[in-house]
């Protein structure tokens, strides 16, 4: 690798600047006068070691300000996050004794072939010392992983260990050559799946996160991917994510493999069905990997040029196929004016709710079954105003206040109604009225004390018996476990989160859903709460805004009772909505 390094005359400055701006970046953030931020450097650093440079990278930009950031503001846990197709083994060994680092890569593999390959590279590598547990690598061992197998990734094992290590400051290195068209990756994920990755990080630490430039070597790929880390940083709608929502065999090996490695140190894996996998299917491919003799080097570059110029074409039709246009105003309320004003977000936009011609114009059609009084009506004003709004793409989101039972309801339809073909609905406490969910354009799931009486769960109707835990939020392992990989399987156009009666959920927990799921349906999300809990409402307002991060609550690690009703909805549910699967005895559905 360091044959191909190029040392020139300005190779240590250029380094030295890299390693300044990672740097600036990390006191701006840290100092409050940005959120978060990118820093654009090269050379890269992430294979840099305390005393040796290596693989392209001189200093290691990433170690140095974690370091940094240390010393210079007392920060205790740092997460770093190397979504770069190779190892970063420097920043590996410079931590890999240092509770205070939570270091997490994946990585091309293949076996310890690809470079650059170390065995200590592998799931099993998991730190030494006081550092047990707080290095996990995630191997690739093949090639052509995409969106579904990195989301994966992040449900199953990422975000579970971030948000019970509760970091105060997140720090990605970002190479883009795990993406699509790279010549080193040879990965298919599309660009948009690192906005969702930046989405999820930035839900940690307070919304501290510094990403840090790194590999990359396909100009086409690696500019629309930056945009879009970008783009979310600045806290644009994030696009549809692309592709079959199922992770393949390898990536559901490795996935397993690094659960099972770090079940001794994470409280999250306490009661989970962890076991190690020794035969993977990977491993017959490396005996029939072609000589490489048979090609000549003059026909190997013809070839990569042929891809590049092939992948440049997809993304050109790629991109502007999941862009879309921002609307003008991101969330909306319909609040009572008079006093809302005082409490919400300043970004939240006030509108004025619909008269009762209005709304019994617009619900004639479809649903004088269950609109039958005056009162009803009127209560429906607020929730109609804003979800017009939303569906027309003059909003991105919103909030109303009103009574659950029959505005949910009258939502849903509507939305179907206005050409949705799939909306997701989740309900938190008592419904009274139950959607029709057999024709697919809706997906529910009900989250209560005690299951909905009568009603059993269905493909497109799941229901989750869960009541926080009083001494903080374990609801983590639900939404990460669960409702997020279901979600995703689903790919709604809608997203509607109704906070009724009796909720089982306290503020924290309703507060990750709202956040979590604002990566969905090009952000487009409604809440409809029942009761004007002011605490609730800024909390929700906050997430949607998106400006600043709700507070999660203290992490708690879910009951055996509750490790089993997840088990319990991911067996029954992982073979139709497939992102629940996180173990190869769980089933496939993607070589």
């Known amino acids: 690798m360091m044959l191909s390094s190029f040392i020139r005359c300005n190779t240590y400055r250029c380094a030295r600047l890299a390693v300044g701006a990672t740097l600036q970046l990390v006191d701006a953030v840290m100092s409050g006068k940005v959120c978060n931020g990118m820093a654009?450097?090269?050379?890269?650093?992430?294979?840099?070691?305390?005393?040796?440079?290596?693989?392209?990278?001189?200093f290691n930009n990433v170690a140095i300000a974690a370091e940094y950031a240390k010393l210079k503001y007392g920060l205790q846990r740092i997460l770093i996050v190397d979504w770069d197709v190779h190892h970063g083994q420097g920043t590996q060994y410079i931590f890999e004794e240092a509770p205070s680092v939570l270091y997490f890569s994946w990585h091309r593999y293949e076996h310890q072939e690809f470079w650059p390959s170390l065995r200590e590279s592998d799931y099993d590598a998991v730190g030494l010392g006081k550092g047990k547990g707080f290095n996990i690598n995630l191997p690739w061992n093949k090639v052509g992983m995409g969106n579904s197998d990195y989301l994966a990734a992040f449900f199953h094992v990422l975000l579970p260990v971030a948000f019970e290590f509760d970091p105060e400051l997140v720090i990605v290195s970002s190479g883009y050559d795990s993406g699509i068209g790279d010549p080193e990756g040879q990965m298919n994920a599309t660009p948009e799946v690192f906005a969702h990755l930046t989405h999820f990080l930035m839900q940690l630490a307070n919304g501290k996160l510094c990403i840090i430039l790194e590999g990359g070597?396909?100009?086409?790929?690696?500019?629309?991917?930056?945009?879009?880390?970008?783009?979310?940083?600045?806290?644009?709608?994030?696009?549809q994510i692309t592709g079959e929502m199922a992770p393949c065999l390898s990536a559901l090996e490795s996935i397993q493999n690094v659960?099972?490695?770090?079940?001794?140190?994470?409280?999250?894996l306490m009661y989970e069905d962890a076991s190690f996998?020794?035969?993977?299917?990977?491993?017959?491919?490396?005996?029939?990997?072609?000589?490489?003799?048979?090609?000549t080097e003059h026909e190997s570059k013809m070839t990569n040029n042929n891809k590049t110029v092939e992948v440049e074409r997809f993304l050109e039709l790629h991109m502007k196929s999941i862009l879309f246009p921002v609307p003008p105003i991101k969330t909306a309320a319909t609040i009572d004016s008079k006093w809302s004003a005082h409490f919400l977000p300043g970004p939240v936009h006030l509108v004025k709710g619909m008269d009762r011609s209005e709304i019994k114009a617009l619900v004639s059609g479809f649903c004088t079954d269950i609109v039958k009084e005056d009162k009803t009506l009127f209560s429906l004003g607020s929730v109609l105003a804003v979800l017009d709004k939303i569906l027309k793409k003059e909003v991105c989101n919103g909030i109303a206040v009103s009574p659950t039972a029959v505005s949910v309801a009258v939502a849903l339809r509507h939305s179907v109604q206005f050409g949705f073909q799939r909306v997701l609905c989740i309900f938190v406490g008592d419904m009274q009225i139950i959607p029709n969910t057999e024709d697919g354009k809706i997906l529910m799931v009900h989250i209560c004390e005690k299951e909905q009486f009568g009603k059993t769960s269905s493909k497109h109707y799941i229901s989750l018996s869960w009541k926080e835990d009083a001494k903080g939020n374990d609801f983590f392992s639900a939404v990460l476990g669960v409702i997020l990989p279901v979600a995703y399987s689903y790919q709604p156009d809608l997203t509607v989160?109704?906070?009724?009666?009796?909720?089982?959920?306290?503020?924290?927990?309703?507060?990750?859903?709202?956040?979590?799921?604002?990566?969905?349906?090009e952000s487009r999300i409604f809440?409809?709460?029942?009761?004007?809990?002011?605490?609730?409402?800024?909390?929700?307002?906050?997430?949607?805004v998106g400006t600043s991060t709700p507070h999660f609550g203290v992490f708690v690690p879910p009951t055996q009772e509750k490790v089993n009703k997840i088990k319990i909805l991911r067996d029954q549910f992982q073979q139709e909505w497939k992102m629940l699967q996180c173990s190869v005895e769980d089933g496939i559905s993607r070589n």
């Open 527 to 544: 809440a409809v709460i029942e009761d004007m809990e002011i605490n609730l409402v800024q909390s929700v307002a906050k997430a949607l």
């Open 259 to 268: 659960r099972a490695a770090h079940k001794p140190y994470w409280k999250w």
């Open 497 to 521: 989160i109704a906070v009724g009666p009796n909720r089982s959920l306290g503020i924290s927990g309703i507060s990750l859903l709202f956040a979590l799921l604002r990566g969905l349906a």
């Open 217 to 239: 070597y396909h100009l086409k790929s690696l500019s629309e991917s930056i945009c879009m880390t970008v783009k979310t940083l600045l806290g644009d709608p994030v696009p």
């Open 40 to 58: 654009l450097v090269r050379p890269p650093g992430h294979h840099s070691q305390r005393n040796a440079a290596n693989g392209f990278c001189l």
């Open 277 to 295: 996998l020794q035969n993977l299917s990977t491993k017959s491919h490396l005996l029939m990997k072609a000589d490489p003799n048979l090609s």
